[in-house]
């Protein structure tokens, strides 16, 4: 911790001397590498859905962070949070524009994963098992339906546990912005998972009714 | 009870709320906790919906092939760049193509066409935009040009072309061998030293000849 111009607190940035580190020999940006792998993959897996197209977006994430390590500083305007300063939010923010190219570029040259062809995923195909889970989860089908910064502040905040100020660093909006964005989304999964729960216990009564029918009939 | 700034609308204040209950429920965690005591201001169906994206939003990692695939990656462009920053300030050089040009992706240049992107990964970009020039030619506004000029771009180089300075390295020091041969070369030989006298002599024995 460090006080900040304005007498406020501000946290130091947890990877600052790997930062450092790797700044001063980049052979050595592999520890953030490591640490940030799985992180800003499983972002781009949830916005893009596609366990190819996240690792496309991850590898080159990594290449420009690593290109561009030279020239990051812990710098954030006036009215950001101090966290949005960090390399994680810095990272980050690469990523949601590599990951927004990569969206454009598949607007142009539509294709379809190879799963979507395939069918059903194997027995051994663990990772098409979780996909597929994935995409049966109510939950994970609401986000989906998300508008975009709405849908991407929920992925930072649940699955990268991002806090609102990193968020909004990443996102680049306000605290309040993404509280709200965050309150929003909420409601909108809420009302969903609702509808949902409504028609599932709708179907059941169809299903026990259509059984007992069955069984007067016989 | 916690009393909330006039300046707040209904739906920030709300807003607010919610987002002290997900810290909470976040950190539980860690704690081992399941959920954290029900706060009334809390609408329960949104407390429902954060439990359950916090339980069903699936973390996945990508396979062990591709992690250390692109670390063998990595670590070869860092290489790269620790050896151009080794032979930095050799400004006339020759060209040494290297076999891959040190991220010169063309995917990667692709990503710098995007100004945004660009701006994040290097201030220069702002400098050339707002008619700066003093402060160079930036990575991206090539990439940009280049991209608009339809030819590949490859925003690195100016920035990160270190190969052509290696090539001036190992091309100095090649040099510095070459003249330290010619000199010992010329040393056994007895040959003029004066280039000019030779020359006078040259023309001298074509005219004798010419007048046998």
Redesign the interface.
């Known amino acids: 911790m460090t006080i900040g111009s304005a007498g406020r607190v501000v946290p130091l940035d947890p990877d600052r001397s790997l930062v450092r580190a790797a700044q001063a020999d980049p052979a050595r940006f592999d520890p953030l590498y490591r640490k940030y792998l799985a992180q800003v993959y499983n972002f781009a897996h949830h916005e893009l859905g596609d366990h190819h197209e996240a690792e496309d977006v991850t590898e080159r994430t990594f290449m420009l962070a690593l290109g561009a390590l030279p020239r990051f500083r812990e710098s954030a305007p006036d009215d950001a949070p101090p966290e949005a300063s960090t390399f994680r939010v810095w990272l980050f923010r690469i990523a949601r524009n590599v990951i927004a190219n990569h969206r454009r570029a598949l607007r142009r040259r539509p294709t379809a994963p190879l799963q979507a062809a395939a069918g059903v995923a194997g027995p051994e195909d663990v990772e098409g098992r979780a996909v597929a889970r994935a995409d049966a989860s109510a939950a994970w089908a609401a986000v989906r339906r998300l508008p975009g910064d709405r849908r991407r502040a929920v992925v930072l905040r649940f699955v990268d546990e991002m806090s609102t100020a990193e968020i909004a660093g990443v996102l680049e909006r306000s605290e309040g912005a993404v509280r709200v964005l965050l309150h929003r989304a909420l409601r909108s999964v809420a009302r969903e998972l609702s509808a949902a729960e409504a028609d599932d216990g709708s179907r059941a009564g169809d299903v026990r009714r259509d059984a007992g029918r069955d069984r007067d009939s016989r | 009870m916690i009393v909330y700034p006039a300046s707040l609308d209904a739906?920030?204040v709300?807003?607010?709320q919610?987002?002290r209950y997900?810290?909470a429920l976040?950190s539980a965690v860690d704690r081992r906790a399941y959920d954290v005591p029900a706060d009334p201001a809390v609408?329960p169906?949104?407390r429902?919906?954060?439990r359950?994206?916090?339980d069903?939003?699936?973390?996945?990692?990508?396979?062990f092939r591709?992690?250390e695939r692109?670390?063998r990656?990595?670590?070869d462009?860092?290489?790269r760049?620790?050896l151009a920053a080794a032979t930095g300030g050799e400004a006339e050089a020759a060209i040494v193509p290297f076999p891959t040009p040190?991220?010169a992706?063309p995917?990667?240049a692709?990503?710098?066409a995007?100004p945004?992107?660009a701006l994040?990964?290097?201030?220069r970009y702002a400098a050339v935009a707002s008619g700066d020039a003093a402060r160079g030619p930036s990575l991206a506004a090539t990439a940009a040009a280049s991209a608009l000029a339809g030819g590949t771009p490859s925003p690195?180089r100016p920035v990160?072309a270190r190969p052509l300075l290696v090539g001036g390295a190992l091309t100095s020091a090649a040099l510095s061998l070459v003249g330290a041969a010619f000199v010992a070369w010329r040393l056994t030989r007895g040959a003029p030293a004066d280039p000019m006298a030779a020359t006078t002599a040259v023309d001298a024995a074509l005219g004798q000849r010419r007048l046998a």
């Not at chain 2, 069903?56 to 396979?63: D, Q």
């Open positions: 739906i920030e709300d807003a607010l919610t987002d997900l810290d976040l609408d169906t949104l429902l919906a954060a359950r994206l916090r069903e939003l699936v973390r996945t990692h990508p396979s591709f992690e692109l670390a990656r990595l670590a462009a860092a290489a760049m620790r040190l991220l992706d995917s990667l692709a990503e710098l995007n945004e992107l994040l990964l290097g201030a690195f990160v």
